[in-house]
């Protein structure tokens, strides 16, 4: 797998050994979609479910095929190969966007919303729909939003019930410098790093950990070489399925109108699918022996981020964002 994330283009090239999840054999027009996860994760799955969809309502004119498992690059990468129209869709955590687009450092915040519901409030409403309009300047099409749960610390060495407990440590971080700066306000060092890298980081011991939700922490393996797992849920950092601008531009008033609410309405399906995911890994990550530490007092991490919301919530824009998302019962 580490193989096939590194050399990702040189993989794509030669077609014979790539491995995707093809929806629309008789397609006219089959749209290449990149997921880092592996096949049978609920964003491949969901995404396969647009597809079908898709074909349904084009009558098999329009479908696509899902490159899982980052055959087509990490997620940086993946992302600038959307904008330039080599990537047709991409899933993606916002958080590689966040130093892109800075709409989407508000809902990538420590701690800005208070549950998942709260979350799925605010991207299903007005605050969403402004996010998924900022993508375009970025060649970008917005088109709709997944579940990623939230995010806790996992790490190697000792369980982690404190900030204290996390002083001087190194944690890997997606690439985004306001993740870069969250782990620093908890005391920590944080090194950004392809997700691919992580695993055999974690082994040789360049990191102590990284944070994630339960089904990365499952597919990803990390649980096998870092199996201290304290539930601070620092981040609850929504999903994007994105469409490349060059693609969309292709495609006719009519069939935008498809591809788009084919995308909205993979969102139920998705969160059916993830939902029994966190449940399933779950089990598996306790049964096979992880220590998770549930036990925390969450209220000196969420004061420790206010240096954070200092730094990057600085114009009358993110200032006002972030209220509404906070006014948003
Ligand atoms: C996962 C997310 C991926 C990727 C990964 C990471 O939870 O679904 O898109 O961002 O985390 O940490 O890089």
Same mark, same amino acid.
């Given at each position: 797998m580490s193989i096939l994330r590194k050399f990702g283009l040189a993989v794509l090239a030669s077609a014979a050994i790539v491995v995707s999840t093809m929806s629309a054999h008789a397609a006219e027009l089959v749209l290449r979609s990149s997921d880092t996860h592996p096949d049978g994760y609920p964003t491949v799955e969901a995404v396969k479910y647009m597809g079908k969809l898709l074909e349904e309502r084009t009558k098999g004119r329009i479908g696509i095929e899902v490159f899982h498992s980052a055959?087509?690059?990490?997620?940086?990468?993946?992302?600038?190969?959307?904008?330039?129209?080599?990537?047709?869709?991409?899933?993606?955590?916002?958080?590689?966007?966040?130093?892109?687009?800075?709409?989407?450092?508000?809902?990538?915040?420590?701690?800005?919303?208070?549950?998942?519901? #709260?979350? #799925?409030k605010v991207m299903d409403g007005p605050i969403g729909d402004e996010i998924l309009a900022a993508f375009e300047a970025h060649d970008l099409i917005g088109l709709a939003f997944y579940d990623g749960g939230s995010r806790s610390f996992y790490n190697s060495e000792k369980p982690i019930k404190s900030v204290d407990d996390l002083k001087g440590m190194k944690f890997r971080v997606m690439q985004s410098d306001m993740f870069v700066d969250m782990v620093g306000a908890l005391g920590a060092n944080a090194t950004p790093m392809p997700y691919g890298e992580v695993y055999s980081a974690i082994q040789t011991g360049v990191i102590d950990g990284a944070e994630n939700n339960w089904p990365s922490y499952d597919s990803s393996g990390h649980f096998e070489v870092a199996k201290y797992y304290t539930l601070d849920e620092h981040l609850i950092v929504p999903e994007v399925l994105v469409m490349s601008k060059k693609s969309w531009d292709k495609l006719s008033p009519e069939d935008q109108t498809v591809v788009r609410q084919a995308a909205k309405d993979s969102v139920p399906h998705m969160r059916e699918l993830w939902t029994a995911q966190e449940k399933k890994s779950e089990e598996k990550i306790r049964a096979a022996g992880a220590e998770v530490i549930t036990d925390i007092d969450k209220k000196p991490f969420i004061e420790a981020m206010k240096p954070v919301y200092e730094k990057h919530v600085t114009s009358a824009k993110l200032k006002d964002m972030v209220a509404r998302i906070q006014a948003t019962e």
């Open positions: 055959q087509l690059g990490e997620e940086k990468d993946t992302i600038e190969q959307t904008q330039f129209g080599v990537i047709d869709l991409n899933r993606v955590s916002l958080g590689p966007f966040n130093n892109i687009i800075e709409e989407t450092q508000v809902v990538s915040l420590p701690y800005i919303f208070r549950s998942v519901d #709260h979350m #799925h």
